[in-house]
């Protein structure tokens, strides 16, 4: 009895940490908490970690179901994320960075963009809808879990990576990931579009 559980866990942890991909967003979230203090920095991860957690159950329990209640569908998350993103990488090149006014908050920056749509994107909406149906909620449930436990470690020590990288080193990420954002960005509003005007 217990094999089969833990091999459904192993196959629903693996799919969302691949599509949360925590170890991908290092040098995203680097460029976005650029300029922060150390303490401030930890709080931005507190509440993004907390938001992604609260957004992914609500998802698992009733991700169809809100889904269909306000008739729409995963593709229309790719589009909005997509916007997001690109509005993301626009103030990040031409502002410096994302926190660049007195009026967005390191709060704030957790919830969008580094909550969702990074951490919390359609990807892993329409994973955990997925697990959901084929393992059921306990499964689904420890796999959040297990996957935002990873994603929290590689968060935590994310001032060390950005101790070696220096002010220089930070500066050139955070322009060189504005155009990967952006290019994300694009991906996204494809693939969203995509599936309301099929190709051919």
Same mark, same amino acid.
Request: charged share 10%; aromatic share 8%; hydrophobic share 60%.
């Given at each position: $009895?217990?094999?089969?559980?833990? &091999?459904?866990?192993?196959? =629903? ?6 599509? !949360? &991909?925590?170890?991908?967003? !290092? ?7 650029? +300029? $922060? ?10 509440? /993004? ?12 329990? *009733? ?14 998350? $790719? ?9 993301? /990488? ?15 908050? *390191? &709060?704030?920056?957790? !919830? ?7 951490? !919390?994107?359609? +990807? *892993? ?22 996957? $935002? ?12 990576? &950005? ?5 220089? +080193?930070? *500066? ?5 990931? /504005?155009?990967? #954002? /952006? =290019? #994300?960005?694009?991906?996204? #509003? ?11």
């Amino acid at each position: $009895m217990a094999v089969p559980f833990l &091999d459904e866990l192993l196959k =629903a942890t693996v799919a969302l940490l691949v599509v !949360v &991909d925590p170890a991908g967003l !290092v040098p995203v979230v680097l460029a976005l908490t650029k +300029g $922060m203090k150390k303490e401030e920095r930890r709080g931005t991860f507190r509440v /993004a970690m907390l938001v992604a957690i609260v957004l992914l159950v609500i998802f698992a329990v *009733a991700g169809q179901e809100l889904l269909n209640l306000f008739g729409i569908t995963v593709d229309s998350f $790719m589009i909005a994320g997509g916007i997001l993103l690109m509005i993301l /990488a626009m103030q990040m090149i031409f502002r410096g960075g994302f926190v660049g006014s007195s009026s967005i908050s *390191a &709060d704030e920056v957790g !919830v969008v963009p580094i909550a969702f749509p990074l951490l !919390v994107g359609p +990807g *892993a909406i329409t994973t955990t809808i997925v697990s959901l149906q084929t393992y059921g909620i306990l499964v689904t449930l420890l796999s959040i879990v297990i996957v $935002m436990s990873v994603a929290w470690l590689v968060l935590r020590y994310l001032d060390r990576i &950005d101790s070696l990288l220096g002010k220089r +080193g930070t *500066a050139v990420l955070s322009t060189l990931m /504005a155009v990967f #954002i /952006a =290019a #994300i960005a694009v991906q996204f #509003i494809l693939t969203g579009i995509q599936f309301y005007y099929p190709p051919g």
